[in-house]
């Protein structure tokens, strides 16, 4: 009996296993977009939709490392970039931050970039192996073809 979990199974059960429901902003993508450029100055920001808070569970001396740089144990994934200030991502690439720094009702902040929740979200909990296998799926997406 084969009891080894796969790449497909972490991604099946991060996207399609159970959430805590969140709300981002109601506010329109061109409305969200002037609101901040006004208010994040130089930081880079991004809008996305479909998006989901990830707690990642790792091992404690790993969690003490992430909170001594002022960090949580959180990424944000998201299924579409909207709009990304410095146009690293394209209208409707898929994000994965890095660990979060702050978090205030729709917008989460990661080292370099302030993002924009739009629409509903969600929160849950995964293992380290689940977001490195969507962190491999993102990046496989984003490779030429050919």
């Not at 002022?70 to 410095?86: I, K, N």
């Not at 702050?102 to 989460?108: E, K, Y």
């Amino acid at each position: 009996m084969n009891t080894s979990v796969t790449d497909t199974d972490l991604l099946s059960d991060l996207l399609f296993g159970p959430a805590q429901p969140l709300r981002g902003s109601k506010l329109g993508d061109d409305e969200l977009i002037e609101l901040a450029a006004g208010t994040f100055g130089e930081k880079p920001f991004c809008i996305v939709r479909g998006w989901m808070l990830l707690d990642v569970m790792l091992p404690d001396f790993r969690e003490r490392e992430i909170k001594a740089q002022s960090l949580e144990a959180t990424v944000l994934y998201a299924q579409a970039a909207v709009f990304d200030s410095q146009n690293r991502r394209q209208p409707g690439d898929s994000v994965l931050s890095d660990f979060q720094r702050d978090f205030d009702g729709c917008i989460f902040e990661s080292n370099h970039t302030f993002f924009i929740l739009a629409g509903r979200g969600a929160r849950k909990h995964v293992s380290l192996p689940a977001v490195e296998a969507i962190a491999a799926q993102i990046k496989r997406v984003g490779e030429p073809n050919g």
